[in-house]
């Protein structure tokens, strides 16, 4: 089963099969080996898994709160079939009300970690195993802790009532595997 944690240890600190850092801007500046990245071609677009450090580097085309719940959804579809666990920092994208910046990039980045791990595999006769278990969030301290967890909370409740609006409209309307499915009333 998936789950989300946020740690109140820092990045560095955090043990994790895999980082998941976010290239913004086409700023390979932030990368830990931006030599090996130019020496790949990589120029921050798409995804790059430097295997050799264990980093996961995913583009995110501008510093836009949309394109961060894209970006985690993208790293998260190329990890869930390959490794256990994964762990991210904070990020925060450019806004005109810079107060709640942070929060809102964070909340596109859980939802979009969590839409990654949606599979509609009711039909399949051969289910596609996953192995990723776990994201870490690396908070640095507990300063945001509070206000993370409500909205980690929050992210939850909304993608389970989405991947349940996805699978109603992928199973057919008269189907015993229907979540919803209408009952005979009783005479």
Not at 29 to 43: G, K, R, T
Not at 84 to 105: C, Q, W
Not at 148 to 162: G, M, N, P, R
Request: aromatic share 8%; glycine share 4%.
């Amino acid at each position: 089963m998936f789950s989300l944690k946020l740690e109140t240890s820092a990045f560095d600190a955090l043990k994790a099969d895999v980082a998941i850092v976010f290239i913004v801007d086409k700023d390979l500046s932030v990368a830990l080996d931006p030599h090996l990245l130019q020496s790949h071609n990589y120029e921050g677009e798409g995804v790059f898994w430097d295997q050799k450090n264990e980093v996961l580097y995913v583009g995110v085309a501008k510093n836009d709160v949309h394109l961060f719940r894209e970006a985690a959804f993208h790293a998260v579809r190329a990890l869930k079939k390959c490794v256990k666990s994964a762990k991210i920092g904070l990020y925060t994208a450019k806004h005109s009300v810079h107060k709640h910046a942070l929060e809102e990039t964070m909340e596109a980045i859980f939802t979009g970690l969590q839409f990654g791990m949606y599979e509609f595999e009711t039909y399949k006769e051969k289910k596609s195993k996953v192995h990723l278990q776990e994201v870490f969030v690396a908070l640095g301290g507990d300063k945001h802790l509070k206000t993370l967890q409500k909205i980690l909370d929050k992210s939850a409740i909304v993608v389970e009532h989405v991947n349940l609006a996805r699978d109603l409209v992928n199973t057919p309307p008269m189907s015993p595997a229907r979540p919803m499915s209408p009952r005979k009333p009783k005479i």
